[in-house]
């Protein structure tokens, strides 16, 4: 008997930024191996690949403390994430989970920097498709992505509040 398959999980964030134009948040995304300094996790790198070009292959990871926060307990959780698609005119770009020890089996994601309407500033979309991850629920990926994108966006704000 064929395994019955589990419908995949589909959703969205969004988050708005209203003082930092669109071609100012760009380069953030762009700049696919830097993670790091824009979400809360300890280390993204490049792997292998071209810079900016489909094909390219970053590790990301995050040091996880236990329930007591004993370094015996500490564990890291790690991916790595190969880039589908880049188009800066568009300013969006795609990537997939290849390998990691989270617990995703399938997992591509698009994230896009949409302009405002009135110009001033824009909006970051996250979307993703996933299989089921075990010990999580939909709702525990939809809020893990939303909180990542809010976390992006308020740094992008700072670093731009400071930079000006």
Excluded at 9 to 25: H, P, Y
Excluded at 63 to 84: F, N, P, R, Y
């Amino acid at each position: 008997m064929a395994e019955e398959s589990k419908p995949k999980w589909e959703g969205k964030s969004i988050v708005e930024l209203r003082s930092t134009a669109a071609e100012d948040v760009w380069p953030v995304l762009e700049d696919f191996c830097n993670l790091h300094k824009w979400i809360p996790i300890d280390t993204c790198y490049q792997v292998e690949g071209i810079q900016g070009q489909p094909g390219l292959i970053r590790y990301c990871a995050s040091s996880i403390k236990g329930a007591d926060d004993s370094a015996e307990t500490t564990t890291i959780k790690w991916a790595k994430e190969k880039l589908l698609t880049i188009d800066p005119v568009q300013r969006c770009l795609s990537y997939e989970v290849v390998d990691n020890n989270i617990g995703f089996k399938s997992y591509v994601a698009t994230l896009r920097v949409v302009p405002s309407s009135n110009g001033d500033g824009c909006k970051i979309e996250w979307g993703f498709v996933s299989d089921p991850v075990e010990g999580w629920t939909f709702q525990d990926m939809n809020s893990y992505i939303q909180s990542s994108l809010q976390f992006m966006a308020n740094k992008i704000e700072l670093a731009r509040s400071v930079s000006t």
